[in-house]
């Protein structure tokens, strides 16, 4: 786990309330001090059926932490029973009761009887961050909810993408890997976001396959799953952004899925037309020298660096300098992702660093010759040192401020077409 | 953490896992905002470092992180402050914050670093996070060094949701009574705190915030001090400013510039009051501002029906007795926010308008607005001319919530409505 964090980019593991609040009517109680969902829930769209403030919480306090806050969790879960419409009660841990030794799964296994299931998840925030987090979570649901299924149905496909709300794009991501694979000809599954609920989670087990895009977070799960319900799984590294990464990606998944090849190449054409129709009216814009630096620095998760670098890179002509992967990536998926940065077109290699360390991040930018005024897109944190430079800022990851994202969507050939239209609407109303 | 953070030249340290600094962005935030208002052009944003306690840290001890961190500060910005700050973790787990950071103190003589013990469990009011900063700054800043008086200094202590505009009024309402004041410590330094006990009185603009720091300042600097209420609507307000008036002895001059402001602002807010007479009013806010808005609206001639709060005691009895003087027929609710309590009781109600943390009530149509606004005037006689036209404004077009309530259900089951709202409320806490 990462050491110091100076300018920290994510939250703790029992930031998974947020995964939870993404599945619709899957409320989280949390046993918790009374101050953990108030620092963890952001205001990026989380005001919905749930919101963080209606979360049951334990409230833990110095008596608790003496004697142990189990009864105050058993009649926390009682009363939300009776009290809030949910379809799924989630309970999480934070630190104080996984220190204190509070025994969670006992007083959860307590409503194993109850109308409507009740799971629980352990998400001390000093075992790890909302990217594990995210994983305990949906392991929570493969471990205590999920049952085996003979029963498969022909070209259901389960999507498994970066975390909710950690993601401010997660929803509109999700939903256009669903009409990706969905164009292919494929039943997509999904759990996160709007009608997908209890109802999808039900039909996980009933898939041909699991398809997860993103360089690493939700591997485990997706091992899991292979073996305990015998579901094979595709891990596709990189989001695809714009048509390059897109058209790539729809031929992977097709060929995995035995779609015909013919079906394939038609529907990227479809789409490639439709993207270069609108890239040629602009064309003028994006040639034009005048508007914009070649040179970048992401400033992400594993997956929006990566899949933003490649997206820049192959689509628009840009040079990578440094990209930071920011999300305390696990070591031992480090080589693999640092090979996909190293996979460009025209033989260019991107380099990029795994550092949680936002000060030496930002020394790194300051003394970076971009040739001109760079263009960064990064967190929060980043709009500082970008003016500092006199350069363009986007603020594409967490923490976020400068974005309002209801579900635009950085994913496919119609996210590409977004993040342009972002990276130019701060370009053009810059003097420099 | 929030009282500090927009402190000069300082670092904050949380010594913590990761998630205790979750809220990172809303610090941030509200410093670039605090920074933009007051006219600084190349805004920063706040140092802020996270030990990042560990599961290797709960066995062992958090020590060496801390000490990695502090050394970390240092090096990379030279501050001329280093708080940092105990969490729920690092308690249980025995830190002993103190200790080391006098070790630290010694190896950094041009750093104050500064403890403070702030651990969740301890209290579930953030008011007590304020005590413990203040008894921190006590500590390790004043010392109890006596310094030189300056004439008609005030400690002017405010909360972080005080925007630049009220600060504005409340400097230019203290700068009528010939007062300078030491804004603490939103935006404020070293140096200004240094200066607190050079003032000769104190005041504050929130009655759960510095009202313990104000006392012991009484106790060990003699400096005399006015604690009264928020002031939000022209009863507050006349209060507070006739309170900070009494202490420096200007009861006179007082009067008369509040006869003078009345006269200014009493076709204005009649005007409002023609807009809002007779409207009743749930309000749902923080201690300070609840209780100030509740007697705010009887200003416009609006009627309280509901009042929920966070803390009680013996203060906000006094406040309690006061608003039973001007309403008649009003429920307290002291809860923090527990929403099924206040949609249970704002659907028994039925009040014309909402006050105060607004997502519930609207998803059940009730129009709802806002006294709490950090970029926004909302205290002293101008603010509340602009809260009034704001509520106003509000009522007058109720579409956006109408419309959401239409769409939306809350998440509370049919039968709770139905129950007593207070049912969940059990003896002792228990």
Redesign the interface.
């Known amino acids: 786990?990462?050491?110091?964090?100076?300018?920290?980019r994510?939250?703790?593991?029992?930031?998974a309330m947020q995964s939870v609040q993404a599945i619709e009517r899957a409320?989280p109680v949390l046993h918790s001090?009374?101050?953990?969902a108030?620092?963890?829930?952001?205001t990026n769209g989380s005001?919905g059926?749930?919101?963080p403030?209606?979360f049951p919480c334990t409230?833990?306090?110095?008596k608790?932490?003496v004697f142990g806050g189990v009864k105050k969790l058993h009649s926390t879960i009682d009363?939300a029973l009776?009290?809030?419409?949910?379809d799924l009660y989630v309970v999480l841990t934070?630190?104080?009761p996984e220190?204190?030794g509070d025994d969670t799964g006992e007083v959860v296994s307590e409503f194993a009887d109850s109308d409507k299931p009740v799971i629980y998840a352990p998400t001390?925030?000093?075992?790890g961050?909302?990217y594990k987090g995210h994983e305990q979570v949906v392991d929570a649901i493969i471990d205590q909810y999920l049952k085996k299924s003979d029963e498969k149905e022909k070209g259901l496909v389960n999507i498994w993408a970066d975390v909710p709300y950690q993601d401010l794009f997660w929803l509109g991501n999700i939903r256009e890997l669903e009409k990706l694979v969905a164009s292919l000809g494929l039943t997509p599954n999904t759990i996160f976001g709007y009608k997908r609920g209890i109802k999808n989670i039900d039909k996980i087990t009933k898939a041909e396959f699991n398809l997860l895009v993103s360089p690493w977070v939700g591997l485990g799960s997706m091992k899991k799953m292979e073996k305990k319900f015998n579901i094979p799984f595709l891990h596709y590294k990189t989001l695809p952004i714009g048509a390059t990464e897109t058209s790539k990606f729809l031929r992977e998944v097709g060929k995995f899925a035995g779609v015909d090849n013919e079906k394939i190449e038609s529907v990227i054409k479809e789409n490639e037309d439709y993207y270069y129709y609108l890239i040629e009216r602009y064309a003028d814009l994006f040639l034009e020298n005048r508007v914009i630096n070649k040179q970048f620095t992401v400033v992400a998760d594993a997956q929006y660096a990566l899949g933003i670098t490649k997206f820049l890179v192959n689509d628009l002509g840009l040079i990578p300098a440094k990209q930071f992967v920011v999300d305390d990536t696990p070591s031992k998926y480090r080589e693999d992702i640092k090979k996909e940065f190293e996979n460009l077109n025209f033989n260019i290699k991107a380099e990029a660093s795994f550092e949680t360390d936002g000060?030496k991040i930002h020394e790194e930018i300051k003394n970076h010759d971009y040739h001109g005024y760079p263009l960064v897109l990064g967190g929060?944190?980043e709009k500082?040192v970008t003016?500092?430079l006199k350069g363009n800022f986007i603020n594409i990851s967490?923490?976020?401020?400068d974005k309002v994202v209801l579900d635009s969507h950085y994913a496919g050939y119609s996210g590409g077409i977004r993040l342009i239209e972002d990276i130019y609407t701060v370009a053009v109303q810059r003097f420099n | 953490m929030a009282a500090l953070m927009s402190l000069e030249d300082s670092v904050f340290i949380s010594h913590s896992p990761q998630g205790c600094v979750g809220c990172a962005i809303m610090a941030v935030d509200m410093y670039r905002v605090g920074q933009a208002h007051r006219g600084i052009k190349n805004i920063k944003n706040p140092r802020l470092i996270v030990t990042n306690l560990d599961q290797k840290s709960v066995v062992f001890g958090g020590e060496k992180k801390l000490k990695e961190a502090v050394n970390k500060a240092v090096t990379r910005y030279n501050p001329k402050l280093c708080f940092v700050y105990a969490s729920c973790a690092s308690g249980i787990i025995g830190d002993d914050i103190d200790a080391i950071c006098g070790e630290l103190q010694k190896e950094y003589p041009d750093t104050l670093i500064i403890p403070i013990h702030c651990e969740g469990f301890k209290s579930k009011i953030c008011a007590s996070g304020f005590d413990a900063t203040f008894i921190a700054i006590n500590k390790y800043i004043l010392k109890n060094e006596k310094v030189e008086k300056e004439e008609g200094l005030v400690n002017l202590f405010a909360p972080t949701t005080v925007s630049y505009a009220d600060q504005k009024e409340m400097e230019r309402m203290l700068s009528l009574l010939g007062a300078k004041a030491n804004y603490i410590p939103f935006y404020s330094s070293l140096e200004k705190i240094k200066k607190i006990p050079a003032a000769v009185a104190s005041t504050s603009i929130c009655k759960v915030f510095a009202d313990e720091f104000m006392n012991t300042l009484w106790e060990d600097y003699g400096i005399p001090y006015s604690h009264t209420v928020m002031p939000i609507g022209i009863r507050n307000t006349d209060k507070w400013y006739r309170g900070i008036a009494k202490v420096l002895g200007k009861e006179k001059e007082v009067e008369e510039i509040i006869s003078r402001e009345h006269e200014r602002i009493e076709p204005l807010v009649k005007s409002i009051r023609n807009r809002l007479q007779g409207k009743r009013v749930f309000i749902c806010g923080g201690t300070g501002r609840s209780f100030a808005a509740a007697a705010l609206i009887d200003d416009f001639g609006m009627e309280l029906v509901g009042l929920e709060t966070p803390t009680y005691d013996a203060d906000a009895q006094i406040d309690i007795e006061y608003l039973n003087g001007i309403h008649k027929d009003f429920v307290v609710d002291i809860a923090n926010m527990q929403p099924f309590e206040q949609v249970n009781l704002v659907n028994r109600l039925k009040p014309d308008t909402f006050i105060g943390v607004p997502d519930w009530a609207a998803k059940l149509g009730v129009p709802t607005t806002h006294v709490l606004d950090g970029k926004r005037p909302t205290m002293g006689y101008d603010g509340l001319l602009f809260l009034g036209n704001k509520i106003a404004d509000q009522l007058e077009n109720p579409g956006f919530n109408k419309k959401l309530a239409k769409h939306v259900k809350l998440p509370y089951k049919d039968s709770w409505y139905n129950e007593n709202p207070f049912k969940y409320i059990t003896e002792g806490g228990k």
């Open positions: 786990m990462a050491k110091l964090l100076d300018k920290q994510y939250k703790c593991a029992l930031g409320l001090g009374p101050g953990c108030q620092k963890l829930s952001d005001s059926y749930f919101s403030n209606i409230s833990i306090n110095e608790d932490v009363n009776k009290v809030v419409d949910a934070g630190c104080i220190i204190v001390a925030g000093f075992k961050n909302n000060y929060y944190y500082e003016e500092s967490w923490p976020v401020q």
